[in-house]
């Protein structure tokens, strides 16, 4: 179980979300919801949190990836569509 657990840690966090929504998401949600989910995790997400590694994300980090969505001009309402993705 440890080694299992670890190797999660160090997975990258673009492996990892995109590994979920493949595997888990994907099944239950509308088409017109999954291509938003899609868009959002590729245009937004991705570019911003994918090097990361999950032992490395934290609450600060998502806080920084809205406040900088907010800062680069998207509206506070859109900004919150993609922290539902991360919820």
Do not use: C, V
């Amino acid at each position: 179980f440890y080694g299992r657990y670890r190797i999660q840690l160090i997975k990258l966090f673009k492996d990892f979300i995109n590994e979920w929504f493949n595997d888990y998401k994907i099944n239950t949600i509308g088409i017109t919801t999954r291509d938003n989910y899609k868009s959002r995790i590729n245009n937004h997400i991705i570019p911003k949190l994918g090097a990361y590694k999950l032992k490395d994300i934290n609450n600060i980090t998502i806080q920084n990836l809205y406040y900088g969505l907010i800062n680069e001009g998207m509206k506070p309402q859109s900004a919150k569509k993609i922290m539902e993705i991360l919820n």
